[in-house]
Structures are given as structure tokens and as C-alpha cells.
């Protein structure tokens, strides 16, 4: 597998993002490779700097730098150059197999939105975020910021692809999805809300719990909780908060250890033709060694291809 | 001064609103009156029961039950002798200065903008939660569920009425307010925030901080956070519920000790002619004791006038 990692992203970068590639080569088989994109001076002496064997890695140079606070379009029409304008390049050639930044989340969802492309049949591609679960296991929640505005049928498809991400990826049987809402009862919530159980209450395209409120995240009443991304996000960093607390007053137990963001690497980005993960910018060099492996797993699950079959069914039903 | 109270409110009731309103009695003046609103064979049995004195006492035979589940204006108009009903009229008719309930809060919601009423120029009342800060004090968000669909103005108006109570009731002099967002940036968010930002970014109605993010629910950047009651309801009861866990798992130490909602009593109605306070479902003793308290404070604190002075400044400037 050819597994491609954007140098150049995130905070830390390049000095994290090479020790992670390095910690990553260490976990996967001699038949893989790590393609690094950023400028190749910079990867050959950081490399040299850590004693870290080239052999396994490809470097392909791209002198060009996407700040973070650049706008997302611009970067890629302005910087054909850069790490992460290459990158998807080479996954859109399937040159690569799989590609991850921790750098400027906007301009990978607009490089994968326009290299690899939406899937056919999906109006939104999502980000998720992995929240653990006290009795052990992992529960996901579909979206966390790409979509802060969206419609009843743009929920409803992210309850698809967050059902086929636990399944595939997660190995959950028959994960349940929960409507996240701030009511049990069939007729709470906004008006999106009220809209979308509607749309999901007899569905066949997932298995739809009903709706479920905030107090349940932890627990294991559901294994996937859609939202538009801007509850989505509040939700995730209101988790960060609380954790990063605890950790100062030295409160973290076994079971809130596992909040820790370096264990999952990032975000997949689903609905889109191909693997790609975005990292938290905060990324240092396990973080990042996790995105990476993240996204050599998201291509072996054949996520993609179970989404676009989905797709394909959903829209046929329709 | 002359307090209502309705025993018939809450999971718990009515023997933790009779034993909290016995605790409440023990600390206000002998000059202040607790009315006690419910059936009057309960509520003198349950105080013979305890042992209490009724000395400061009014019991206001009130024989009706408004369920938990029942629609809340089809619960006034077909119960006009409920506990909650009845106490309602009591404020209207100023036979009682304040009113709190932790029954059926949509009902007490309607019961206090079909009674007293909204005040002037206020578009939607608000319900508001607390939140400790890690630094000590109190960040207050507004609204937490009783509005979870609104317009920018009405999250501009959330601004006015965060303010006042957080200068008036919680002492804090010029408090700050922030746009509760999934980014800092003046461009982030839906479009609620992007167009309640514009609304707010020069506002002379209120000292506004900006956007802020759920990562700084804790900390001491802004006194105030406003969003949609949608938002508002998922961050509370994420707090609760990792409060919970953490309570479980003996994780509690001197700061989180004050995320227990008993010390609190509940949530003060703004926006509406009268002090009205809801309570938590689950209420025991003492967080009926302290909803008391809250709103014998909410009605010293002079708060409902000095909200139809700023609605006042408000409408005219316009």
C-alpha cells in the first residue's frame, strides 16, 4: 500500500510529522511505502537530523507552503505546488492509496472535494469525531464542522455513512444511530431535528435508535450520533475542555485516559473517492504516526466502495 | 417578601418541595413568607409528617395535577386549579412576589408569558444555565432550551438579558459576551452566528467580546455565552452527563465539586414581567431549597426593571 502524508501540516510540522512518519513506517509491512510531500530539502535533513532510515519512503518535492489561515481555494489554484495540492494529486492518479494532514482542514476538504471527488449520490462529505464510551468501545458523531448548515436529507445521508464507518472501520454489527437532539420524545428538537426523525423513523438505509440527547454521548445507548457540524463541534472541543481540566488537576482515570486526541489521529473524511484523514493541528508526532496508520486502515476497510454501493442504492430508492 | 412555591412540582415531589421549603425557611427572615401552592391535605400532612412548623407558612389549596407529559397550554386551561396554575395567578395579582416550580417547565414557560407576560420588547424570554469556572465565578449560557430555533435579533436580545443578570444577580461588572461559535474568527460558523455577530459586533446595548469556542466554557475569557436554546441544551447536558461519570468514578475534587446542580436551584424565566425560577426535574431537598433562594434573590436583585429599562433603550433606539 502507498500511504501519503502531507509534510508540511500542522502545527508542529515538519519536525512532527516526520517522526511520526518514521514511528508509522515502524508499525506497518516492508511492502508499504510512505509517500512525504513537502520540500524535499527539508525531509532529507530532518530525516538525517533523527538517524531515520530513508528506505520505505518516497519523497515527492513540493516547495509550495498552505498557511492555516488561508483560504481553502485560493491555496490550491494559487499553489499547485504545495504538499497538499500534490498529494491529492497523486491520490487522485492512485498514486497514492491513502492521503492525511494535519494542516488547513478547509483546504483538504476542498482538495478531496475536487481531486478525488464526492461520491456520487452524497450531497455532503462529513468529518467525524470518536468519542469513548464508558462500557468500553467507541461511539462516532457525524458531522464536526464541515457543515455547520445543513438539510433534513444531509442528516439523514450522514446517518448512512456514519453506519457504514462503524461497521467497516469500527467492526460494530448493526450499529445503531441516534439522532442527537435535546428531547427523547418523537416531536422535540429544532426544526431540523423534527424534520429529519421524521425522514429516519422508518428507514431501511441505517438502524435508526431515535432520537438521543447529549447526556448519553458516553454511554453505549447508540453507536453513532448525527448532528449538523456545528453542534457537532461545539460537542468535540466542549470534550477537549473538560478533558484538558482534568489532566491539569490530575483527575484522569483509565477510562478518561482514553480521551487523549493522540491515540486516534483525526478525522476521516467520508462521501469522498478516496482515503483521506484530516489531523488536528495540534498534532505531534504519535498523533500523527496514528493518522497515518488511520489512513492506511481506511483504505483497507473498503469504506469507499461500501459507501458508493450505498449510495447508489439510496438514490435508486428515492 | 412572599414566596411561591409549587409542591406538586418535580420527580420528587411533593416531599422534597415540602422538606426544601422547610430548609428555605430556616434561612430567609421571619418577616418572609413562603406560599406553598398544591393540595391542602398533602402538603399539611407531608409537614405534620417531617415534624416542621407551618409558623410562615400560606398553604394555597391548589387540588389539580399537571403531568410531566402534558401539553403545557392545554394543562392551564384545563387545570385552572393546578399548583402551577394557581401560583401563576398569585404572581399576576402580586398576592406573591416570586413563583418557582420543578415540574413541567414548558407549562411553567407558558404560565409565566400568559400571566405576568413578556416584558415589552422582548421577542422570546430565555432560560438560562451556569457553568463554574475553573478560576472561580460563574459563566452563565443562555438560551438552554426554550428557544431551540431563532432569528440574529433574538440572540442579540439573549445578549441584553445575559448581561443584565449577570451584573445584577450574579455581581459581575461589565460582564462579557460571547457568541458561542465553532471558530473565533468574525466569518465562522452557520448562519445564525455569522448574522448575529454583524448584529453584534458594534453593539452599545451590551460589552461584546466576539466569537468564542466550547473549549473556553470553563475559563474566565467572557461572563456570558449566548446561543440558540438548541446548543445551549446539548452543552448542559454534556456537562452534566461527563459530571456524572466523573462522580462515579470518584473523580470529583474541590472545582468539579461545583457542577453539582443541587447548589444552583434552577433557571431563573428572564425576559418576563415577574421572578419566576424553573427547577431541575430530579430535584431534591436541597436544590428546592436553593431554587427558593434563587428566586427570593432574582426578585431582590431588582432584575425584571432593569430589563424594561434596557428594552426600553432598546426598542427606542431602533
Redesign the interface.
Known sequence: MKIGLDVMGGDFAPDATIQGAVLAREQISSNDRIFLFGPSDIIESKLKEIGADSTGFTIVHSPEIVGMGERPIKAFTQKPNSSIANGFKYLKSKEIDSFSSAGNSGAAMVGAMYSVNTIQGVIRPSTLGVIPR?NGGMNIILDI?TN??IKPDVLYQFAILGSLYSEYVLNVKNPKVGL?N?GEENEK???L?QSAFRLMKDSKDFNFFGNI??????SDKVDIFVC????G???L??????Y???LR?N???D??SRFDYENYGGSPILGVNGSVVIGHGISNAKAIMNMILQSKQLHESGITKKIKRAMNKYTQSK
Chains 1, 2 share one sequence.
Request: aromatic share 10%; net charge negative; charged share 25%.
Open positions: 464508558e464542522g455547520p448548515d442527537l435535546i428538537g429544532n426544526l431535528c440527547e447529549s447526556r448519553e454521548l458516553f449538523d457540524g456545528f453542534t463541534n461545539i460537542v472541543k466542549q470534550i477537549e475542555a473538560m484538558s481540566i482534568m488537576r483527575l484522569v482515570d477510562y478518561f
